[in-house]
C-alpha cells in the first residue's frame, strides 16, 4: 500500500540553526500538508501546499518556516532559525481530492513523522 | 475562535465493550469532520470523513454522526479489542477544507 514517508525519524539540532524536514506523498496526489505535535498537545496545522503554492497556513506558520516541492516527489519544511518551542513531532500528509470540494474525497494520509529536538 | 472539544479525555473500557467517544465543534464556515486514529508515536490514520450534509458513516466496528445543526459528532466503537488502544481525534477542516483544527483526542485504553 502507498504511503507517506518522512526522513529522518529523529532530528536533533542547536538553537538557531535551520533544519529541514523532507517527506516523500504518495505519488498521484496532489495536497500536501504539514502539521506539528508539541509533546503531549494536540496536533496542529501548519500549512497546505498545491500546484507549487501555498494555499493555506496558520497563524504558527510564521516568516521562520517555508515549504518547497524542489522536485517531482519531495516536499520539505524548512525552519531557518529553530528556537527550543519548535521541539515537536512533525507530520507530513497527502491527499488527493476530487474536484468537488464539497463531495471532497479529503482523506489525509499521514507520514509516521520526524521527531525535532532543538537543544 | 474556531475550536474542536473532545470528551471524555481518556477512557478504560474492557475488550469486547463498545464505547462512544464526543466531539463539539465551532469551527465556521464548516467544511468537513475526520475522525482519526493515533496510536503513541506514529500519525493519525483516518477511520471517517463527513461533509454536512452526511450524519452517519461507518468503517468496519467504527461508526461515526454528525449533528451539523448542533455542532456534534460522536464515534462509535463496537466490540472494542485489545489494538483499538490509541487516541482518537476529532478534525474539523474550515472554509476550503485544508485549514483544520485537531481537537485534543480522547485516549481509549481497552483492557483484556
Known amino acids: 500500500e502507498p504511503e507517506v514517508t518522512q526522513t529522518p525519524s529523529h532530528q536533533v539540532t542547536q538553537m538557531g540553526q535551520e533544519v529541514i524536514l523532507r517527506c516523500v506523498p504518495i505519488?498521484?496526489?496532489?495536497?500536501f500538508y504539514w502539521y506539528r505535535q508539541i509533546l503531549g498537545q494536540k496536533v496542529e496545522f501548519l500549512v497546505s501546499f498545491y500546484n507549487n503554492e501555498i494555499s493555506e497556513k496558520s497563524e504558527i506558520f510564521d516568516d521562520q518556516f517555508s515549504v518547497e516541492r524542489p522536485d517531482g516527489s519531495n516536499f520539505t519544511l524548512k525552519i531557518r532559525s529553530t528556537k527550543l518551542e519548535d521541539s515537536a513531532m512533525y507530520f507530513c500528509?497527502?491527499?488527493?481530492?476530487?474536484?468537488?470540494?464539497?463531495?471532497?474525497?479529503?482523506?489525509?494520509?499521514f507520514g509516521a513523522g520526524t521527531r525535532l529536538s532543538v537543544l | 475562535k474556531n475550536q474542536v472539544e473532545q470528551s471524555p479525555q481518556s477512557l478504560i473500557i474492557l475488550e469486547g465493550k463498545n464505547c462512544t467517544l464526543q466531539c463539539n465543534y465551532t469551527v465556521s464556515p464548516f467544511s468537513n469532520l475526520r475522525w482519526y486514529k493515533q496510536d503513541t508515536g506514529r500519525g493519525p490514520v483516518s477511520l471517517t470523513i463527513?461533509?454536512?450534509?452526511?450524519n452517519t458513516k461507518s468503517n468496519g466496528r467504527y461508526t461515526a454522526t454528525l449533528d451539523a445543526d448542533t455542532k456534534q459528532s460522536s464515534l462509535h466503537i463496537t466490540a472494542s479489542q485489545l489494538s483499538d488502544s490509541a487516541s482518537y481525534i476529532c478534525?474539523?477542516?474550515?472554509?476550503?477544507?485544508?485549514?483544520?483544527?485537531f481537537g485534543a483526542g480522547t485516549r481509549l485504553f481497552v483492557k483484556a
Open positions: 505519488s498521484n496526489h496532489l495536497y
Open positions: 463527513m461533509t454536512f450534509s452526511e
Open positions: 478534525v474539523v477542516s474550515e472554509g476550503g477544507g485544508f485549514k483544520t483544527i
Open positions: 500528509a497527502s491527499s488527493e481530492i476530487s474536484r468537488d470540494r464539497v463531495l471532497a474525497k479529503n482523506i489525509q494520509y
